[in-house]
């Protein structure tokens, strides 16, 4: 795509068994285009602009995987730094802004980087900058570190007694190697609207902290994703901390995910957390949804319906029927918007239902 200034692209590299159509607009997403090269075992290429793009050229397709020449899979010119700490990495920002990019991880950036779909002109790897993969429980929240991996937070005592939710959705993002080494807040950050962590941290209330030289800053999860890729991250600061409100007696949560194949993208995924009172009614509930809009979301049609009610499957339907309604997914080669939104209010229907009865276990 031809870009101006500041403009940032980048791109969320999948395949599918039948592919997309060559060169198609997105419904719903007016700049997101799929590609694809027919010689090739059919990568689908998904390229956003995050900025307003030229008007006066052309929108040409992305590099051809396999073509012969520099375009083909190597990256363009960037700088590369690896500050030794925190505060050398908030000047590094301060001194480039708009124009570093941070590396935590690297799974969803390198791709992008590689197909020259994300071009920054630094690369900013926090690989050294310690004690920023902490998981501490305090008297109000669970404190997770932006840094730490998926397979940590899986593996964590605290995460596996007492945050059930947590515990289900690292038990399905990628494949052991993805877990081992990708971060939950290289994972917010990115900011993919098929993403786990997001519809989990909307459905639990979580707070999100970022860090500039003036200081830190709280963000609600349910105001931190601003549009497909894009958060309310400011360019001089870095996601530092996720908070998630500790888990009081009577409360569950529950993740059902719906996946091409293990380890993939959700086709949809649901996150569901349920606050149970003494007479057994729901006091408090939440809801978030990813791949079924431009942005995770919460569900909260449904949450409304929720609330001072007995749990039933009956109840449980209706806020599934509601949370389907309320999605705004697109047909591709995963399945049809009404397949989607069907599927979003059974996924509602059996997290809901889950996690009731280990809130009630846990009573």
């Known amino acids: 795509m031809s870009c101006g200034p500041g403009l940032v692209l980048t791109v969320d590299a999948r395949t599918t068994p039948d592919g997309y159509f060559a060169r198609k607009r997105i419904p719903r997403f007016p700049d997101l285009w799929s590609?694809?090269?027919?010689?090739?075992?059919?990568?689908v290429i998904v390229a956003t602009a995050l900025a307003r793009p030229r008007l006066?050229?052309?929108?040409?397709?992305?590099?051809?995987?396999?073509?012969?020449?520099?375009?083909?899979m190597i990256p363009g010119q960037?700088?590369?730094?690896?500050?030794?700490?925190?505060?050398?990495?908030?000047?590094?920002?301060?001194?480039?802004?708009?124009e570093a990019k941070l590396l935590s991880g690297g799974y969803s950036l390198l791709p992008l980087i590689k197909l020259r779909l994300a071009q920054p002109a630094l690369l900013v790897d926090l690989r050294d900058v310690g004690g920023l993969d902490a998981i501490v429980e305090t008297d109000d929240h669970l404190s997770i570190g932006a840094r730490a991996?998926?397979?940590?937070?899986?593996?964590a005592e605290v995460v596996r007694d007492r945050y059930p939710l947590l515990h289900d959705v690292t038990a399905t993002i990628?494949?052991?190697?993805?877990?081992?080494?990708?971060?939950?807040g290289g994972s917010v950050a990115h900011a993919d609207p098929a993403s786990d962590w997001p519809a989990v941290l909307i459905a639990g209330n979580a707070t999100i902290v970022c860090r500039s030289q003036t200081g830190d800053r709280t963000i609600a999860a349910r105001e931190f994703f601003i549009d497909t890729f894009q958060t309310a991250i400011d360019p001089t600061e870095v996601l530092t901390e996720i908070r998630v409100v500790r888990r009081p007696r009577a409360s569950a949560g529950a993740y059902e995910k719906l996946e091409r194949k293990v380890g993939d993208f959700a086709t949809v995924g649901v996150a569901a957390i349920v606050w149970l009172d003494d007479g057994g009614?729901?006091?408090?509930?939440?809801?978030?949804?990813?791949?079924?809009?431009?942005?995770?979301?919460?569900?909260?049609?449904a949450e409304?319906?929720?609330?001072?009610n007995a749990p039933s499957d009956d109840l449980f339907r209706a806020a599934g029927a509601a949370a389907g309604a309320q999605s705004r997914p697109f047909g591709d080669a995963r399945g049809p918007v009404e397949y989607k939104r069907a599927m979003a209010a059974e996924l509602t229907l059996r997290a809901l239902r889950r996690a009731t009865e280990r809130a009630i276990a846990s009573a």
């Open 35 to 43: 590609w694809r090269d027919a010689t090739r075992p059919r990568p």
């Open 56 to 72: 006066d050229g052309p929108i040409l397709p992305p590099p051809v995987v396999g073509r012969k020449g520099p375009s083909a």
């Open 78 to 98: 960037f700088d590369y730094v690896r500050p030794g700490n925190l505060d050398e990495t908030l000047q590094i920002l301060k001194d480039r802004e708009g």
């Open 149 to 155: 991996t998926h397979h940590q937070i899986h593996q």
């Open 174 to 184: 990628g494949d052991p190697q993805v877990r081992n080494w990708g971060t939950i």
């Open 281 to 301: 009614h729901i006091k408090r509930a939440g809801i978030g949804l990813t791949g079924v809009g431009p942005t995770p979301f919460a569900a909260t049609d």
């Open 304 to 308: 409304a319906l929720l609330l001072d």
